[in-house]
T-cell receptor, first 112, second 112 residues
Framework: QKEVEQNSGPLSVPEGAIASLNCTYS??????FFWYRQYSGKSPELIMS????GDKEDGRFTAQLNKASQYVSLLIRDSQPSDSATYLC????????????FGSGTRLQVQP | EAQVTQNPRYLITVTGKKLTVTCSQN?????MSWYRQDPGLGLRQIYY???????DKGDVPEGYKVSRKEKRNFPLILESPSPNQTSLYFC???????????FGPGTRLTVT
């Protein structure tokens, strides 16, 4: 089992729709969770961080964390073609070195 | 402007020729890290540093060395590069472990 799992996609949604991206993780002691957006050939760009159970909203983005079920999700409202990118879920594991582990990413395509 | 810089951005080299990829951040961050990104494998941590003179192995440290003599710099050294080290490399920094990591623009390395 991978430590951080994401559906590779592509996830295709029409412009203006809600895109829902999911991520599960295996280390129950994980404390910090992040969503990054990565355009092809570019570096990952931080979108959201979440540390406690529940929802966290920032503009069109909402991160949701459920530690009991070990999943974290990202909702993108009013999706735009410029949101088309690969979204990486990252989890800071509860190890001595507290390393950041990334999922392989979900490719999102927003159709105009 | 707060940023992480890497040099060079692109490098083609031959097997066995030592090389160094530099990384510098101007945010006074304590924590720095190197990742490699390969298709289908996602981002994997090579080495990280919690502060000056404190470094430790990540998930894929074989064939790499690092040093942290100054807070702002964290170079990645390949003493004897091999073709399996052909990859896209990212340097990242954060204020502390558990906080958001900010990525440099990436270095695309090809070893022939």
């Amino acid at each position: 089992q991978k430590e951080v799992e994401q559906n590779s996609g592509p996830l295709s949604v029409p412009e203006g729709a809600i895109a829902s991206l999911n991520c599960t993780y295996s280390d129950r002691g994980s404390q910090s969770f992040f969503w990054y957006r990565q355009y092809s050939g570019k570096s990952p760009e931080l979108i959201m961080s979440i540390y406690s159970n529940g929802d966290k909203e920032d503009g069109r983005f909402t991160a949701q964390l459920n530690k009991a079920s070990q999943y974290v999700s990202l909702l993108i409202r009013d999706s735009q073609p410029s949101d088309s990118a690969t979204y990486l879920c990252a989890v800071e594991r509860d190890t001595g070195r507290r390393a950041l582990t990334f999922g392989s990413g979900t490719r999102l395509q927003v159709q105009p | 402007e707060a940023q992480v810089t890497q040099n060079p951005r692109y490098l083609i080299t031959v097997t066995g020729k030592k090389l160094t990829v530099t990384c510098s951040q101007n945010m006074n961050h304590e924590y720095m890290s190197w990742y490699r990104q390969d298709p289908g494998l996602g981002l994997r941590q090579i080495y990280y540093s919690m502060n000056v003179e404190v470094t430790d192995k990540g998930d894929v440290p074989e064939g790499y060395k690092v040093s942290r003599k100054e807070k702002r710099n964290f170079p990645l050294i390949l003493e004897s590069p091999s073709p399996n080290q052909t990859s896209l490399y990212f340097c990242a920094s954060s204020a502390r472990q558990g906080y958001e990591q900010y990525f440099g623009p990436g270095t695309r390395l090809t070893v022939t």
